[in-house]
Nanobody, 125 residues
Framework: QVQLVESGGGLVQAGGSLRLSCAASGRTGSTYVVGWFRQAPGKEREFVGAITWGGSRTYNRDVVKGRFTISRDNAKRTVFLQMSSLKPEDTAVYYC??????????????????WGQGTQVTVSS
């Protein structure tokens, strides 16, 4: 069982930056992959990126490549999403998700068993 809590969201002007955190608790030692997703009202949930615990392997969505960076601090049991050059279209609720069985990052939401409650990111023009 893994519990995930996102934080760091808020209101920012276009071109600004935010860093989201995903803090994990419970039996996280066996969690191999943590992913970030986002969903805006009336839109489908979108994959942002993912990272593995052991191999530090990352997989990022093309649309955010060069602007968003995923990293982790295993000692603090936390995964980060550093967001820069934010655009209004980045406005969404951002979720982190985890799965114990995945070895490689996955862009499929259905591959992740554990989800956080989400944190709102609003980018104004």
């Amino acid at each position: 069982q893994v519990q995930l809590v996102e934080s760091g969201g808020g209101l920012v002007q276009a071109g600004g930056s935010l860093r989201l955190s995903c803090a994990a608790s419970g039996r996280t030692g066996s969690t191999y992959v943590v992913g970030w997703f986002r969903q805006a009202p009336g839109k489908e949930r979108e994959f942002v990126g993912a990272i593995t615990w052991g191999g530090s392997r990352t997989y990022n969505r093309d649309v955010v490549k060069g602007r968003f960076t995923i990293s982790r601090d295993n000692a603090k049991r936390t995964v980060f999403l550093q967001m820069s050059s934010l655009k209004p279209e980045d406005t969404a609720v951002y979720y982190c998700a985890a799965d114990e069985t995945l070895v490689y990052p996955s862009s499929r939401a259905g591959d992740y068993n554990y989800w956080g409650q989400g944190t709102q990111v609003t980018v104004s023009s």
